[in-house]
């Protein structure tokens, strides 16, 4: 089991940029894929970004491709999704959750990830 702690998020305009982290526990990181989820109010969670164990490959969401951007540091144990041209659309509390070793291809759906951390709220003013 991957124990995820995210941090990062705040509130910004609209143009504005963010980084979020993840930090990850335990010795099974590098070995695990690792994605990015979001939960707007009044909305069901939605898939954000995903990246492979190696962290040389990466899968986004249509609404964020091209202004999103996740990568992973395995030595730091820590995932990142760095986030440009911030929409007020984009306002919702972040989750990062991570696959069990045993997972070999991708995964866009939450069913695909085991662990999650608690969130961290990005908020967008116009």
């Known amino acids: 089991q991957v124990q995820l702690v995210e941090s990062g998020g705040g509130l910004v305009q609209a143009g504005g940029s963010l980084r979020l982290s993840c930090a990850a526990s335990?010795?099974?990181?590098?070995?695990?894929?690792m994605g990015w989820f979001r939960q707007a109010p009044g909305k069901e969670r939605e898939f954000v970004a995903a990246?492979?164990?190696?962290?040389?490959?990466?899968y986004y969401s249509d609404s964020v491709k091209g202004r999103f951007t996740i990568s992973r540091d395995n030595a730091q144990n820590t995932v990142y999704l760095q986030m440009n041209s911030l929409q007020t659309e984009d306002t919702a509390v972040y989750y990062c959750?991570?696959?069990?070793?045993?997972?070999?291809?991708?995964?866009?759906?939450?069913?695909?990830?085991?662990?999650w951390g608690q969130g961290t709220q990005v908020t967008v003013s116009s």
């Open positions: 959750a991570a696959t069990r070793p045993a997972k070999v291809v991708f995964t866009t759906t939450e069913k695909g990830y085991d662990d």
């Open positions: 335990g010795r099974t990181f590098s070995s695990v894929f």
């Open positions: 990246i492979s164990k190696s962290g040389r490959s990466t």
